[in-house]
């Protein structure tokens, strides 16, 4: 089983920035990529971006340029620094892991709100 906890959410003024943390913790050997989610109010959780474990990444057009993710040595620690925010990307983000094989894990989400 994998545990995931996100921390580093907040309200940040259009054109700020913001660093997401999500440490995983349990059977992280099982892990193959991690990854961030979002969720806004009466729209669909989609993909903002994702690292494997050889460091390869993808993202979502909407934040491609502005967001980075990227992993500690142990990669059992995901970050997204987040810069240049618009009010549209005010949503819950979710951490998550996707497995070699097993269950996907997410985490409890954390508020990220951007103010015009």
């Known amino acids: 089983q994998v545990h995931l906890v996100e921390s580093g959410g907040g309200l940040v003024q259009a054109g700020g920035s913001l660093r997401l943390s999500c440490a995983a913790s349990?059977?992280?050997?099982?892990?193959?990529?991690m990854g961030w989610y979002r969720q806004a109010p009466g729209k669909q959780r989609e993909l903002v971006a994702v690292i494997n474990r050889v460091g390869s990444t993808n993202y979502a057009d909407s934040v491609e340029g502005r967001f980075t993710i990227s992993t500690n040595n142990a990669k059992n620690t995901v970050f997204l620094e987040m810069n240049s925010l618009k009010p549209e990307d005010t949503a819950v983000y979710y951490c998550?892991?996707?497995?070699?094989?097993?269950?996907?894990?997410w985490g409890q989400g954390t508020q990220v709100t951007v103010s015009s």
């Open positions: 349990g059977s992280t050997f099982t892990i193959k990529a």
């Open positions: 998550h892991s996707a497995p070699w094989v097993g269950p996907e894990y």
